[in-house]
Structures are given as structure tokens and as C-alpha cells.
């Protein structure tokens, strides 16, 4: 059985307890990280140098980083619906994968760090407004993405990219501060709902 390592609380680990209920999937999770056993010891670096989760064991085969374990467990189950085999469909799927990974989270680190995790290391008001207004900017972006396609980030069909964005866009609504009405991401969020992964480990009050 797949191995999940990784406390449910965690936007990274929740992307792949989702995508194990969309497959469907079985798996034994171990909590692991802040407030759970620790990542920072030595047998724990040997499954991941960065101590960090989540990580999966599929027997003797260990994965780190969230949405390289996405797109490999959806290749190992062979489903194309939720990343393509067509070289330019998957690209556009991970494409946007890469801009939640990079461009998304670099742009939420300040303010979400300073008024949800109320980090003392986070104590720069300007620069957490800054932080929220550039991460609206990205969530614009996002939004004529979807006006665009009318349905999923990639296309008309749910895929793996709207697991990762979808979780970031329920991060983006639990932070509080200011934000733009943005019509096509609420209605594909509203989507997202209707799927009981989401509900489960996505829109689940967790931010």
C-alpha cells in the first residue's frame, strides 16, 4: 500500500489526499510535521533531504515534492483525464502547476505567514499589504485563464491543475485583507465544491 507522509493540516499534503480520493487510491498516512512527529531527524531526512512534507514510499520508490507526486501518481494510474498524454495538453497542465508552485507561493508567503499563521517573524504591515496585493494581481491572472475557458484551469475538463490551484484558491479566500471580485474564479471554485475530494481536504476550513 502507498506509504503518505505528512500532517492533513498541510496545503502540500492535502493536494495529494485529494488526488488519492479522485483516483480513487488507498494509502496509509503518517503525521508528520509541525505539532506531529518531526521531520527534522535523521531518519526522516533520509526519505526527504528538505524535511519537509509530504513524502510517499510506493515500496521501494520514494517521491518528494507535492505536485511531482500528483503528476506521478496520476501517470502511475493512468489517467489521462487528469494529465494528458497529448505532449501540448500536458503541458498546459503543468504549466499552471509550476505558477502555483513558483509564482503563487512566493506571492502569498508574507501576509498569509503574518495574519493566519501570526508569525512574529512576519511583523511588516506594508509589506504584507504589498505581499496581498500582488498575490490579487496573480489571482487576476488566474481568473481570465478561467474566463477564458469557461470551465477548468487547462481546458474544459477537471485536472490535476485544478487540484494545486484550487487548494491555493481556497488559502486566498481564508486570508483576510482586501481582494477583487473575481466572477470566473468563484464559479469554478464553486465547481470544485461539488466534488467530495475538495470538500474533504480542500474547502474544509483550512486554509
Known sequence: ?????????????????????????????????SGFAPVD??????????AQVPVIRDGDFVLWESNTICRYLAARERRADLLPDDPRERAQVEQWM?????????????????????????PDAVAAEASLAQWNGLMAILDAQLARTGAYVAGPAFGLA??????????????????????????????????????????????
Open 41 to 50: 531527524t535523521e531518519p526522516f531526512r533520509r526519505l526527504n533531504p528538505n
Open 162 to 207: 485544478d487540484i494545486v490551484l484550487g487548494l491555493s484558491t481556497q488559502r486566498w479566500r481564508m486570508t483576510p485583507g482586501d481582494k477583487p471580485a473575481l466572477a470566473a474564479v468563484e464559479a469554478w471554485f464553486a465547481r470544485l465544491c461539488e466534488r467530495p475530494g475538495f470538500r474533504r481536504h480542500g474547502c474544509n476550513g483550512e486554509p
Open 98 to 122: 509550476d505558477w502555483q508552485a513558483t509564482d503563487l507561493n512566493t506571492a502569498w508567503r508574507y501576509v498569509f505567514m503574518a495574519r493566519v499563521r501570526r508569525s512574529p517573524a512576519y
Open 1 to 33: 500500500m502507498l506509504q503518505l507522509y505528512g500532517k492533513s493540516s498541510s496545503i502540500n499534503v492535502r493536494k495529494v489526499l485529494w488526488l488519492c480520493d479522485e483516483l480513487p487510491l488507498a494509502y496509509e498516512q503518517h503525521a508528520y510535521g
